[in-house]
């Protein structure tokens, strides 16, 4: 079933329901969130109200059960939903892929008390949450994360947390944190999963990072200090945390794909817009060979991207394997944006290089797409690993 609206690119969505919300994003996206996308990223406004306008619209918990208040749409879906958003603000997209991403653990490990008590709340009652794994000096290396969770002798089975997190989008502003901490031995194995209200007694956020880009998403450290956390709340077995993590990286990391899809989408329209407009030489510039093939180029990555993260959210959706694809989605569409977003500056030539357009603030944004959620040199060692196996120390 193609969705083939003027303004939008082909899309082959399974059912009359994902068409709709598919129209319902654009909608949503073209009249609330693109007009204020520009002047927000220059300020550093954070767009609050466009999340619970999104969790009214029930575009907040898509990919999950509808038991719990999700809307049970199919991966495939869902990323669709996410590039529409992020073609009209990443900050927007990526706010939706990482609070989704924050869901995740409680989701899918959760037990079945602790699915009812949070996760409507989480999914459809105008919560947002924050993932939080790195720290200052656990970042590739994120198993040799330091924060603490120690149980608490005669407190009714309390943790108390101490620590920082780092580069937390959403931190401080974040209603729940997903938080990695050790409760055991050192590595993998000894790390465990928390649910954590953003307004915890002892949780304090630093001042936002002054970013290259995404000034409107805030990126904080978190403190821990003293946090206490009752058993309630932790999510899966001591020591599965890691696991849990890296299991929700994997459909992250489809996220942002399909992210980066979005905006190199966006910049290709601004760069086909202008060559039709710009006229040197007596013709428009979008006449010359040179131009053309550029733009060739760009729709052609831009394309192969879409089908890649959407090969990897089908075997995901079919319950198949797909950490090697979603690795594979990741790295080549933020690769792509990247690309895309500089052609797209050169294609508006002098005027690219200024804030007149918003070229030049999407390849500030591409650039981070490539460094979030596994660094685009972490991709090539996943998809290696499952190549050749583990690397021999
Ligand atoms: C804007 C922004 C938002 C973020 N949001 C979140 C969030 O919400 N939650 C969260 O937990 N984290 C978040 N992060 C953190 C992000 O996931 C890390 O920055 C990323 O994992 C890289 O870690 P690092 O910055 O410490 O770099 P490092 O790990 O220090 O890496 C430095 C360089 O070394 C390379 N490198 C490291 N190890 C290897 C290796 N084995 N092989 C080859 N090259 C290697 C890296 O690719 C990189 O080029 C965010 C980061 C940014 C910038």
């Known amino acids: 079933m193609a969705d083939s609206t003027p303004d939008g690119v082909e899309r082959r969505l399974p059912t009359d329901e994902a068409r709709e919300l598919i129209a319902l994003t654009r909608d949503i996206a073209r009249r609330e969130i693109a007009p204020r996308a520009a002047e927000e990223e220059a300020s550093g406004r954070f767009p609050r109200e466009l999340f619970t306008l999104l969790s009214r619209s029930g575009l907040l918990g898509l990919p999950y059960d509808p038991a719990y208040g999700g809307g049970g749409q199919p991966y495939e879906v869902y990323l669709q939903v996410l590039e529409e958003l992020a073609a009209a603000r990443l900050t927007v997209g990526l706010g939706v892929s990482v609070h989704s991403l924050s869901c995740h653990a409680l989701a899918r490990y959760g037990t079945e008390e602790q699915r009812a008590a949070h996760l409507p709340a989480m999914l459809g009652g105008g919560l947002l949450g924050a993932y939080c794994l790195s720290e200052p000096s656990a970042g590739s290396d994120a198993a040799a994360l330091r924060t603490k969770a120690v149980r608490s002798p005669g407190d009714g089975g309390d943790w108390v947390v101490d620590g920082t997190k780092a580069w937390i989008t959403h931190g401080g502003i974040a209603d729940f944190c997903t938080v990695m901490a050790r409760t055991g031995e050192a590595g993998a ?12 007694s002892g949780l304090s956020a630093a001042p936002p990072e002054r970013k290259m880009g995404m000034k409107g998403s805030p990126t904080a450290q978190l403190h821990f200090d003293g946090v206490r956390v009752p058993d309630a709340r932790r999510l899966g077995a001591e020591g599965q945390g890691f696991a849990i993590a890296l299991d929700a990286l994997d459909s992250g990391r489809l996220g942002i794909a399909a992210c980066a899809v979005g905006l190199g989408q966006a910049a290709l329209d601004e760069a ?16 010359f060979q040179g131009i053309r093939f ?45 690309q895309v977003t500089t052609d797209a500056v050169q294609v508006l030539g002098g005027y690219g290089y200024t804030a007149d357009f918003p070229v030049e603030r999407y390849l500030r944004e591409a650039k981070m797409l490539q460094i979030v959620e596994g660094t685009n040199q972490i991709q090539r060692v996943v998809i290696a690993r499952h190549l050749v196996g583990p690397e021999s120390r």
Request: aromatic share 8%; proline share 4%; glycine share 8%.
């Open 189 to 200: 194995r000894g790390i465990t999963a928390f649910l954590v209200p953003g307004d915890a």
């Open 272 to 287: 086909v817009a202008y060559a039709k407009e710009r006229r040197q030489f007596g013709r428009p510039i979008a006449d």
């Open 294 to 338: 550029l733009l060739a180029d760009m729709a052609t990555r831009i394309e192969a991207g879409r089908a890649l993260y959407l090969e990897a959210a089908r075997l995901r959706d079919e319950g198949r394997p797909f950490g090697r694809c979603a690795a594979m989605a990741k790295l080549f569409c933020t690769d792509a944006a990247m």
